[in-house]
């Protein structure tokens, strides 16, 4: 199975702060890697496929990049409404791993 | 809009069984994969198990193969996780979540609300 690691596991940022999270994959995944936001009690939300492919109605202060094993999504300017935990997921092969979370807090 | 309702969570003992459904809605049910997500009380995101638009083809994370067995009524637009042998570790919300349209190796693109299970005598 495909590990995935992210870093680091929590932060603390500002308002207006860019923040960058990052995923590693324990080997090639070309682009087949998503980020998800989730709020404490509530369901995931998804952001970014395709590694760098903004879902529907995503706000463009998030993006995401990298290709292979090595993958960021950056918060261009942090709002009161981004304070979550952010999880990368490979969908190269079965089975579907998540990374273990990047919790962002505020400073 | 899309709309993924699960249903069926609820107590259990240890060893015993659970159906989960999912009911879909919005969009061509039979275009999509699925899959199964859950989340342990404090902890991260589990991918569970996933199927293939058709329902031909299902897939199985290591910690609930043979105990877990995903399927899918396209005539109903309901998607469902069989649960047996549960233990206290299987403990968990259960998200439904929608593939993008395609294959069965798409990214997810909606989630349900998800439905709790607690596995406790």
């Known amino acids: 199975d495909i590990q995935m690691t992210q870093s680091p596991s929590s932060l603390s940022a500002s308002v207006g702060d860019r923040v960058t999270i990052t995923c590693r994959a324990s080997?090639?995944?070309?682009?087949?890697l998503a980020w998800f936001q989730q709020k404490p009690g509530k369901a995931p939300k998804s952001l970014i496929y395709?590694?760098?492919s903004l879902q529907s109605g995503v706000p463009s202060k998030f993006s995401g990049s990298g290709s292979g094993t090595d993958f960021t999504l950056t918060i261009s300017s942090l709002q009161p409404e981004d304070f979550a935990t952010y999880y990368c997921q490979q969908y190269y092969s079965y089975p579907f791993t998540f990374g273990p979370g990047t919790k962002v807090g505020i400073k | 809009e899309v709309q993924l309702v699960e249903s069926g969570g609820g107590l259990v003992q240890p060893g015993g069984s659970l159906r989960l459904s999912c009911a879909a809605s919005e969009f061509t049910f039979s275009s999509h994969a699925m899959s199964w997500v859950r989340q342990a009380p404090g902890k991260g995101l589990e991918w569970v198990s996933g199927?293939?638009?058709?329902?031909?083809?299902?897939y199985y994370a290591d910690s609930v193969k043979g105990r877990i067995t995903i399927s899918r009524d396209n005539s109903k637009n309901t998607l469902y996780l069989q649960m047996n042998s549960l233990r206290a570790e299987d403990t968990a919300v259960y998200y439904c979540?929608?593939?993008?349209?395609?294959?069965?190796?798409?990214?997810?693109?909606?989630w349900g609300q998800g439905t709790l299970v607690t596995v406790s005598s």
């Open positions: 979540a929608r593939l993008h349209r395609g294959g069965d190796w798409n990214s997810i693109d909606y």
């Open positions: 395709a590694a760098s």
């Open positions: 080997q090639g995944i070309s682009n087949y």
């Open positions: 199927i293939s638009g058709s329902g031909s083809s299902t």
